[in-house]
């Protein structure tokens, strides 16, 4: 049975910092690009980051500078740290796991930025 467990979402004031985990069980977790992925209320899910099997990072442009994912494939876990965060960050952070045909989703943690 596949399981991503995400942990570390709250709250937080603008410019301010958080960080998410997630992690991953079922799956042979060094083969999979796992990512993170973002939906605001009204909007659709966006890709926020991911990383590949062998470690190269990608980002959407609006966190590039501000959030870094890195993963340990030794623990099956990956990590979003997010920086210098602004009001439109807030959203709910999903967890992705993908490799080819298979893609798994984690339950959600809700992010808010707010004075």
């Known amino acids: 049975q596949v399981q991503l467990v995400e942990s570390g979402g709250g709250l937080v004031q603008p410019g301010g910092s958080l960080r998410l985990s997630c992690a991953a069980s079922?799956?042979?977790?060094?083969?999979?690009?796992m990512g993170w992925y973002r939906q605001a209320p009204g909007k659709q899910r966006e890709v926020v980051a991911n990383?590949?099997?062998?470690?190269?990072?990608n980002y959407v442009d609006s966190v590039k500078g501000r959030f870094t994912i890195s993963r340990d494939n030794a623990e099956n876990m990956v990590y979003l740290q997010m920086n210098s965060l602004k009001p439109e960050d807030t959203a709910v952070y999903y967890c992705?796991?993908?490799?080819?045909?298979?893609?798994?989703w984690g339950q959600g943690a809700q992010v808010t930025v707010s004075s």
């Open positions: 079922g799956i042979t977790f060094s083969r999979y690009v």
């Open positions: 990383v590949t099997s062998g470690g190269t990072a």
């Open positions: 992705n796991a993908h490799l080819f045909i298979r893609n798994y």
